[in-house]
Every structure is written in structure tokens, then in C-alpha cells.
């Protein structure tokens, strides 16, 4: 007596012992875009949406921002007053006293989140930002020597900020350079010189006179309060010019959390690709510091934000920059809201916001078994 065993099949397929995937069970939804000459396109569907979220939540808090304070406007209001309507009171309004401290907030967001994007993607490390590995400090040593020495004014502050910033940044890189710049190499120099920084804070303010250190504690708290066109102009134009580069560079900095090995096996130049981009990420910092003070955890809290809502891999350097932008104008519009108009600085509450976000990730990493 003989017993036949049929084979057993595979859900959703007539052919026994194959097995198939479901679509959308499992897999982000990816779409290609193929182009007339011949380029393709690998389009993130869930990406592009949370990008075009993140846009119109910046855009709505930067209307928001603007219609706040002692004059209150509405939305449309707003939105008729910048497209060229409203009386000559409303345009000063708008355009002299609140524009250029909402574009300055979300520049200023926008510089930190590409920047703590390149920071974590490069020391391969969820708490590398600017604020942890002493550049921020950097710009406040500088700016502080303005101020104490110099007695100097807006610009001269956010020059020595500027100098101050960029000189920290290069003397970081010169230190943690072996063969080439690794990941916990700079991230332990940079925590060297931010404890190192912050002792010449607090030896500068003990220099200071009355008058200078309340200047210099103000400064140094991160603020949009009084923000015009002296300060829009020169960060856009390094915006305009570093972001650019930056965003050039995501796909090797995508192939760079893989490792060096298999980024050197896909063709990508390393140590060119980390000096570059760290480089352009210093200046953004520098600059974005200059304008607004250091206002604290933006560059560690958008990128990750940003990439929990994307759910992609790669530094999502796009979705960063406009989760930066969005996290600094928002937090602003509620400051206001809750203090009254320049009341409150708006790196206080960053600064309470974002601390409270670290020790959510330090216990979350903690409880994954990654520290």
C-alpha cells in the first residue's frame, strides 16, 4: 500500500511550493519615474507626503508667527498683506518688524536640522549634534570675546559667533583627524572641547561688567526677539549656497551608514564626502548661531523627528531642514502664546522641549540594548 503526498500550495500562487509577497504587506510603497532620455526616479510615496507635510506645517506656523503679537492679524490678512495687499500700517507690520524674524527662524531651523543630520550620519551616533560637540559653544566664545573685549554691536557679535564657530569646527577636525575622520574619534573631541568651551564661557563672564553680561546671558540663551534684514541676508546667502551642497551629497551619505568598507565598494570617496559635508554643516551652524544665538536641540531633535515620520533610511537631510524649520517657528508662535509677545525667549523652550526628548531617547536606547 502506497501513500502519495501532494505538495502543498503557496497562498496566491497556482504553482506548488513557491511562495510569493503580497503587495503593500510589509514594503513602503516606492514608485519609479522613468524620463524621456532615459533617467529613472525612485520615488518614497510615504517620504515625499511627510515632506510636503512638514512643509505646510512650517509655512502655516511662519503665518501663524507672523500674525502674533501686540498688533494681532489674521491668517488672511497676513496672506493678503505679503502677496502685496493691506494698508501702509499692516505692511509695516509685516514686512519691517515680522518677516525678517520669521524668515531668520526658519532659516536658522532649517541650517540646524540639515546640520545635526550630517552630524549623526557621519558619527554614526543618535546624540551627534552641534550643541553636544562643542560647536555651539565655539560660536558663543566668540561672540562673547566681541562683547566683552570689543564692546561690539549686532554685526560685530555675529561676526566673532561666526569666526568663533568656524575655528572650533576646523580645530575639531585637525584633532580628531587620523587617516581620515571617524565616527567616535570626533565625537569624543568634540565632547572634549564643548567641557573645554564651556569653561572659557564662564571665565569670559566673569571678565564682564554688569551691562555686558546681561548681554552676553541674553545672547547666549538663542532668541528671534529683534531679528531685521541685517541678519535675513547673510544667512541666506549661506543657506542658499551650503544647503545646496549639502543635499548633493545625501546619496553618499546614505552609503556611508552601511560602513566604509561597503561605501569604498560602491565607489564613494569617504574622506572627501566627511570633509566636505562637515565642513558646509560648520558653516551652517556658525551662521544659523550667529543670527539667533545657540538655540539648543533643534539640530538633535529634527533629524530624528524627521526620519521617524519618513520611516526611510539615509540621513533624510529635506525632511530635516523642514522639520527644523517647523520645530523653531512653532516653538516661537507658542512661546508667544503662552508668555506674551518677546516675553520668552524661544531657546528656553527649546531648550525644556528638547531636554525632555534626550532623556526619552537615552531610556529608549537604553531599553533596546544599544547603551
Avoid at 80 to 108: C, K, S, W
Avoid at 123 to 139: E, I, K, W
Avoid at 143 to 160: N, R
Wanted: aromatic share 6%.
Amino acid at each position: 500500500m502506497s501513500t502519495t503526498v501532494k505538495p502543498r500550495k503557496s497562498a496566491g500562487s497556482g504553482k506548488p511550493g513557491r511562495k510569493t509577497v503580497q503587495p503593500g504587506k510589509g514594503a513602503k510603497p516606492v514608485r519609479a519615474v522613468r524620463t524621456a532620455g532615459g533617467l529613472s526616479l525612485r520615488l518614497d510615496v510615504r517620504a515625499l507626503v511627510a515632506g510636503l507635510l512638514l512643509l505646510a506645517v512650517a509655512l502655516a506656523a511662519a503665518v501663524a508667527l507672523i500674525g502674533s503679537g501686540d498688533y494681532p492679524m489674521t491668517p488672511a490678512e497676513v496672506v493678503a498683506t505679503l502677496t502685496g495687499g493691506g494698508d501702509a500700517g499692516a505692511q509695516f507690520i509685516v514686512q519691517d518688524l515680522r518677516l525678517p524674524r520669521v524668515l531668520v527662524g526658519l532659516l536658522v531651523g532649517a541650517a540646524f536640522g540639515v546640520a545635526g543630520a550630517v552630524f549623526q550620519t557621519v558619527s554614526r551616533n543618535p546624540l551627534g549634534s552641534p550643541d553636544v560637540l562643542g560647536f555651539a559653544q565655539g560660536s558663543s566664545v566668540g561672540a562673547l570675546v566681541a562683547i566683552v573685549f570689543f564692546q561690539a554691536d549686532t554685526f560685530g557679535v555675529a561676526a566673532g559667533a561666526m569666526a568663533g564657530g568656524v575655528v572650533t569646527g576646523l580645530a575639531i577636525f585637525l584633532l580628531a583627524w587620523k587617516r581620515g575622520i571617524h565616527g567616535y574619534r570626533f565625537v569624543l573631541v568634540g565632547i572634549g572641547a564643548s567641557a573645554m568651551l564651556y569653561a572659557m564661557v564662564l571665565y569670559l563672564m566673569t571678565k564682564a561688567d554688569i551691562v555686558e553680561a546681561t548681554r552676553a546671558t541674553v545672547w547666549m540663551t538663542g532668541s528671534l526677539n529683534g531679528r531685521d534684514w541685517d541678519q535675513v541676508r547673510p544667512l541666506a546667502v549661506v543657506c542658499a549656497v551650503c544647503l545646496p551642497l549639502v543635499l548633493c551629497y545625501g546619496r553618499p551619505l546614505r552609503m556611508l551608514e552601511m560602513g566604509d568598507d561597503s561605501a569604498y565598494a560602491l565607489g564613494v570617496r569617504v574622506n572627501r564626502v566627511r570633509i566636505v559635508v562637515l565642513l558646509a554643516a560648520v558653516v551652517l551652524v556658525a551662521a544659523a548661531t550667529s543670527a539667533a544665538g545657540p538655540i539648543s536641540f533643534v539640530a538633535l531633535t529634527a533629524p530624528q523627528l524627521a526620519r521617524r515620520l519618513t520611516r526611510s533610511p539615509g540621513p533624510n537631510l529635506l525632511p530635516a531642514a523642514l522639520m527644523g524649520a517647523g520645530l523653531l517657528v512653532g516653538a516661537d508662535w507658542v512661546s508667544q502664546q503662552l508668555f506674551g509677545a518677546d516675553q520668552m525667549p524661544v531657546g528656553v523652550l527649546t531648550g525644556v522641549l528638547g531636554g525632555g526628548y534626550l532623556v526619552w531617547l537615552l531610556a529608549t536606547e537604553r531599553k533596546a540594548g544599544r547603551m
